[in-house]
């Protein structure tokens, strides 16, 4: 794992290792145009820095509502959340407490993950806040990232949150491939995206 390491290490900017519900389906097709979230007006395209929409799911646990895009490539897989927290104010962008916290909480999950031996060795990585995305007023952006194996292969994961319009907003990014492109390509395209809909 010390090749993935290295790469996590230069993606999240010299990042060190941190020390740190249920859904059901909408849309199961990758059709042309685009899925328009109605509670925020967003609008998530068929193919999105390199990858096709496959799902979107209402996403739903005690303290949060909102919605799960999945996209796929042919090495990787990603999952864009888009979910208002219940008696939570959200600002934009990714330098919040409201953010960091998001980014721990995503990270918590793959303790468990561990335990229950869905994954093993595990390392975890936190970055610091960048923008995605090619324009220089860019949303900012949390970010970490992992590494594990699973089913006795390597894995690697990225996780960016911000914040827009009142709603947390994380992206999964997960290859088994660390020189995969969409683990660059879709972030930056996410980035771009929303940005253009604020």
């Not at 009142?166 to 930056?188: F, G």
Request: hydrophobic share 40%.
């Amino acid at each position: 794992m010390g090749f993935l390491s290295r790469l996590l290490r230069r993606l999240l900017g010299g990042s060190c290792p941190a020390s740190v519900g249920s859904l059901r389906r909408v849309d199961e097709s990758a059709e042309a145009g685009d899925y328009i979230d109605e509670s925020t007006a967003l609008a998530f395209p068929s193919v999105l820095g390199g990858m096709v929409r496959r799902k979107v799911w209402p996403y739903e646990a005690s303290d949060t509502q909102g919605i799960a895009v999945a996209y796929s490539c042919e090495n990787g897989e990603a999952t864009v959340f888009v979910a208002r927290r219940v008696a939570s104010d959200v600002p934009d962008g990714g330098d919040s407490d409201v953010a960091a916290r998001e980014v721990e909480r995503a990270l918590s999950v793959l303790d468990h993950m561990e335990a229950t031996g869905r994954y093993s060795s595990v390392k975890k990585y936190q970055g610091s806040v960048i923008r995605l995305g090619t324009a220089p007023d860019n949303l900012t952006w949390a970010r970490a990232a992992f590494t594990a194996r699973y089913k006795g292969a390597p894995l690697i994961s990225m996780i960016y949150v911000t914040g827009l319009r009142n709603h947390v907003v994380k992206l999964r990014i997960t290859s088994n491939d660390p020189r995969a492109d969409c683990l660059q390509s879709l972030p930056s395209a996410l980035g771009d995206l929303l940005t253009r809909q604020r």
